[in-house]
Nanobody, 119 residues
Framework: QVQLVESGGGLVQAGGSLRLSCAAS????????MAWFRQAPGKSREPVAH????????DYADSVKGRFTISRDNANNTVYLQMNNLNPEDTAVYYC????????????WGQGTQVTVSA
C-alpha cells in the first residue's frame, strides 16, 4: 500500500514560493525521521532537507539554506517543505523519504512531485 504521498509541486516563476507536503501513514511517521530529496534531469538524486523524529533537529543542503524550511506536523503525519526565492536550478522532481535511524538507508519513498521554476 502507498506509504508516502507528496503534493504541492507545480510551475512557478523565479523568485516565487511553493510549499510541498508529504502525507505519511501513522505507522511510519510515528518513529521515523523525514527528509526531502530532489532529482533534476540528467543528475543524481540529492538530499535537500532532513528533520528528526521530534522535529527539533533540521539539516539543509548548502544550496537551499536560508530559502527552504522543513517542518513536520506529528499530529497529522505530514512533513512540509516551504520553498522561497526559487530559482531555475531548483527545478527537479522532489521526493520525501522516511528514515528509521540516523545513518541507515531510507526505508520508504514517495512517488515524487515535479517542481518547475521558470526564469
Amino acid at each position: 500500500q502507498v506509504q508516502l504521498v507528496e503534493s504541492g509541486g507545480g510551475l512557478v516563476q523565479a523568485g516565487g514560493s511553493l510549499r510541498l507536503s508529504c502525507a505519511a501513514s501513522e505507522r511510519i511517521f510515528s518513529n521515523h525521521a523525514m527528509a526531502w530529496f530532489r532529482q533534476a534531469p540528467g543528475k543524481s538524486r540529492e538530499p535537500v532537507a532532513h528533520i528528526s523524529w521530534s522535529g527539533r533537529s533540521t539539516d539543509y543542503a548548502d544550496s537551499v539554506k536560508g530559502r527552504f524550511t522543513i517542518s513536520r506536523d506529528n499530529a497529522n503525519n505530514t512533513v512540509y517543505l516551504q520553498m522561497n526565492n526559487l530559482n531555475p536550478e531548483d527545478t527537479a522532481v522532489y521526493y520525501c523519504a522516511a528514515q528509521l535511524r540516523s545513518g541507515t538507508p531510507y526505508s520508504y519513498w514517495g512517488q515524487g512531485t515535479q517542481v518547475t521554476v521558470s526564469a
